[in-house]
Nanobody
Framework: VQLVESGGGLAQAGGSLRLSCATSGFIFGDYAIGWFRQAPGGERKGVACINNYDGTIAYAVSAKGRFTISRDSAKRMVYLQMDSLKPEDTAVYHC???????????????WGQGTQVTVSS
């Protein structure tokens, strides 16, 4: 199983970035894919999730209205479009997969290594 994030980098406040998560090694349609972020010294927090089984989507309050999660099932890709970026969005962003949906009891089954997003003011 592999999840590989890309698309991170440096953006100015108010700008946009699009993160990509390339997946392999599991049945894409049976898993939920979530985006998480962890700022320096902070806890890992969920940002957005899409359940490939039924298409349901969930966002953290901090992401609603600014971030959009989407998928390309044929390519086994999940994207996170981030608009109106704020300095507080600075973090390492990870994508993760879980067979129990967006809100499993424990941690997600599989994780990517992460991509750094830095937003300057």
């Amino acid at each position: 199983v592999q999840l590989v994030e890309s698309g991170g980098g440096l953006a100015q406040a108010g700008g946009s970035l699009r993160l990509s998560c390339a997946t392999s090694g599991f049945i894409f349609g049976d898993y939920a894919i979530g985006w998480f972020r962890q700022a320096p010294g902070g806890e890992r927090k969920g940002v957005a999730c899409i359940n490939n089984y039924d298409g349901t989507i969930a966002y953290a309050v901090s992401a609603k209205g600014r971030f959009t999660i989407s998928r390309d099932s044929a390519k086994r890709m999940v994207y996170l479009q981030m608009d109106s970026l704020k300095p507080e969005d600075t973090a390492v962003y990870h994508c993760a997969a879980d067979s129990a949906g967006c809100f499993p009891r424990g941690t997600y089954d599989y994780w990517g290594q992460g991509t750094q997003v830095t937003v300057s003011s």
